[in-house]
């Protein structure tokens, strides 16, 4: 917030300055990674671990360029993610569906414990940086929802078994072959249930967590922090920072 109103309150011809000798370190630093690579490529150089880091601090330089070139509609897009309810819900479900890949990278046991640990770690910081209603609020919606998928889960579940046991019952198979088949939709059944299972129960879990804390942050923030918390409101932005009574 403080650098919000530090760029509000700034001359705009200033911060039009910096914007663009960002930009221009940015496309220069940009040709000169195109330019090493199109070196090493034409004349197979082979790249070392030295060349290997020096991309990888041009390309990180080039970013944090590009980040500063576009400082407003950084900040702007930071304050509709962490501020709005559709913005968090957004950035949620990204989030989200980043963990069903990697729980589902786990399970075939081409991921490690360590990346999804750190990444739940990183969703919970995430929410308690939002605003408090926000994240609260969205959070529960996703929390009902993926509720909701459990138990439709459960209901396509039940209402398959039983289409499966009307159609045996009523078809000309003879018992055994009745058994076997009903043996198969039960296993294909079984599959579909864990499956879904293995993504819903971690995401629920998770959701869960950071709803308990969200709202217990909300509780703090109201009663032991005089309501001061991330805002999309100026002059309380103003306040906060200025330390405005």
Known sequence: MKVK???????????SKIENVFKVIGRIIATLIIFILLICYFFDINQNNDSINILISLIITMILCFIVSHIDDVYDLLYFLFTTLRGYIILSIVINFILTLTILQIFHLQAK???????????????????????TTANTIIEILLALLSLLKTIISYYFNKKTIDIFSNSTFDEASKDELTKL????????????????LPLLFINGL???????????????????????????IEKYVTNKT
């Not at 109103?5 to 911060?15: S, V």
């Not at 804390?213 to 805002?231: A, G, M, P, V």
């Open 5 to 15: 109103f530090f760029l509000d309150n700034i001359d705009y011809i200033i911060l």
């Open 185 to 200: 939709f039960s296993v294909t059944e079984n599959n579909f249930i864990y499956q879904i299972d293995l993504i819903l």
């Open 210 to 236: 950071t709803l308990l804390l969200c709202t217990i942050q909300s509780y703090w923030i109201k009663e032991y922090n005089d309501k001061r918390e991330i805002t999309r409101d100026y002059k309380l």
């Open 113 to 135: 414990y360590s990346f999804f640990i750190i990444f739940i770690i990183i969703y919970i910081f995430i929410s308690l940086l939002s605003n408090s209603n926000v994240s």
